[in-house]
C-alpha cells in the first residue's frame, strides 16, 4: 500500500458525518462518525501527517487488519483507510460504551466476576498476538473498549506501539505505570522487544481492574511502592517469610501467586499470558481484607490467602503506614510521568484520569 494509492478525501466529512470526539493523545484524534456510504456508525482514527509517518501508519494498519479476525480485537475495515491533505484516517467499529478505564471505579476496582470476564478476552486477544510474534506494548484500560455492560464482549485496541517480538525499540524519556522494569530503567536506545512486556502490563492492569488504583508511579526502586512489593518478591524467591505491602493484602493466596508469576522484574522469568488460565476457577479476593490465617502454604510469606472459602481465619491484621491519602496522592503523581511515553493519553485524559481516581 503505497501513500499515492491511498484513497483521498478532500475532507472527512466528505464520506463521514462527525457525530462527536471519542478520545485524543500525542498520537492523533478518534472521531465518532457516520459513514454516508454504508449508513453506519464507526470510529475514525486520526494521524497528523506532520507527526505520523507514512511507515508508522502503513504498519499500525496493516497489524491492525490483521489482528482483526480475533473476537477481542477491534475491527478494522478492509480497504477502508484514507488520507486527507494533512492526515492519515483508520476506519474501525465504533464501542457504543467507550473504554474500560471510564468503567473502573476509582479507589474500588470492579467485581471479581467482572474483572475475570475482562480478563480472559484481553488474555485471549494478546494470545493471539503473541503467537503472531507480535508484542502490543501499550496494554492499558485506555485501550480495552466495551461493548456491553456485563462485559461480555470488550476487545483490545490500539495497534500503533505493536512491534515483532525480537526487535529492538528506542529507549523513551519517562515512563507509566504499565511500562516494565526493564523499560523504565534501560540506558540505552535498543530496548528487545518481548511478550513479557505484555505480561507484565497485563499484571498491572488487573491490579487496577480489582483496585481502582495504580499499584506504583514506575517500575524503579526509588518508587516506595514499587520497592515494596519487590522486596516482598524477592523474599518470596528465597522462600524467606515476610510481610506482604498492605496494597496487596485484598489480593488471595493464589492470585498473588499469579502477580507473582507476571510481575517478576526479571523478564525471562515472566510467565506467557497463557498462565492466567490456571487460576479463573480460583477465588482472587478476600471476602474481609482485615482478617488473615496462618498456613504453610504459601512457601514463606507470612500472610496466607487461601483460594477458597475454607478453613480458619483468626488474627486481625495490624493497621498498615500506607493509608489511603498516601495512595490519592499516589494516584494524583501518577499521569505527571505520563506525558513524554508514545501514545499516551491526551491533557484531557490525564486530567480526567486525576479527577475520576481520587475523587
Known amino acids: ?47 497528523p501527517k506532520s507527526t505520523t509517518k507514512y511507515r508508522d501508519f502503513q504498519r499500525e494498519y496493516n497489524y491492525s487488519l490483521l489482528l482483526s479476525p480475533h473476537r477481542s480485537i477491534i475491527s478494522t475495515y478492509e480497504d477502508r483507510c484514507y488520507q486527507t491533505a494533512d492526515a492519515f484516517v483508520i476506519v474501525q467499529e465504533y464501542a457504543p460504551l467507550g473504554d474500560l478505564f471510564e468503567s473502573i471505579p476509582p479507589q474500588r476496582g470492579l467485581p471479581e466476576k467482572a474483572v475475570k470476564t475482562i480478563m480472559k478476552q484481553v488474555a485471549s486477544a494478546l494470545e493471539f498476538m503473541h503467537e503472531k510474534g507480535l508484542v502490543h506494548r501499550d496494554v492499558k484500560p485506555e485501550n480495552v473498549m466495551i461493548f456491553d455492560a456485563d462485559f461480555h464482549k470488550v476487545k483490545l485496541i490500539d495497534f500503533g506501539m505493536t512491534r515483532k517480538c525480537g526487535s529492538y525499540v528506542r529507549r523513551l524519556i519517562g515512563s507509566i505505570p504499565y511500562s516494565p522494569p526493564e523499560v523504565c530503567n534501560a540506558l540505552n536506545n535498543d530496548i528487545l522487544v518481548s ?28 518508587d516506595v511502592y514499587y520497592n515494596e512489593y519487590i522486596q516482598w518478591h524477592r523474599r518470596y524467591q528465597l522462600q524467606r517469610r515476610c510481610k506482604l505491602p498492605s496494597q496487596w493484602l485484598k489480593f488471595t493466596n493464589r492470585l498473588m501467586r499469579l502477580f507473582k ?58 493497621t498498615s503506614s500506607t493509608s489511603n491519602t498516601d495512595f490519592e496522592e499516589l494516584t494524583q503523581m501518577m499521569r505527571n510521568s505520563l506525558t ?20
Open 340 to 359: 513524554t511515553f508514545d501514545h499516551l493519553t491526551s491533557i484531557d485524559n490525564q486530567k480526567k484520569l486525576s479527577t475520576k481516581l481520587v475523587s
Open 195 to 222: 511478550t513479557a512486556m505484555d505480561v507484565w502490563a497485563f499484571g498491572v492492569l488487573l491490579f487496577c481492574c480489582l483496585t481502582g488504583n495504580f499499584p506504583w508511579e514506575h517500575a524503579q526502586e526509588s
Open 1 to 47: 500500500m503505497e501513500n499515492d494509492s491511498l484513497p483521498l478525501l478532500s475532507d472527512v466529512n466528505e464520506r463521514f458525518r462527525r457525530i462527536r470526539e471519542l478520545g485524543s493523545g500525542t498520537y492523533g484524534h478518534v472521531l465518532l462518525a457516520f459513514d454516508r456510504d454504508l449508513q453506519q456508525r464507526c470510529a475514525l482514527k486520526i494521524l
Open 261 to 318: 508469576k507476571m510481575l517478576d522484574p526479571e523478564p525471562l522469568k515472566r510467565c506467557t499470558i497463557t498462565e492466567i488460565g490456571k487460576y479463573y476457577d480460583n477465588r482472587w479476593m478476600h471476602d474481609n481484607i482485615h482478617r488473615r490465617r496462618l498456613s504453610n502454604e504459601d512457601e514463606g510469606v507470612e500472610e496466607d490467602f487461601s483460594s477458597s472459602g475454607s478453613g480458619i481465619e483468626s488474627n486481625t491484621i495490624t
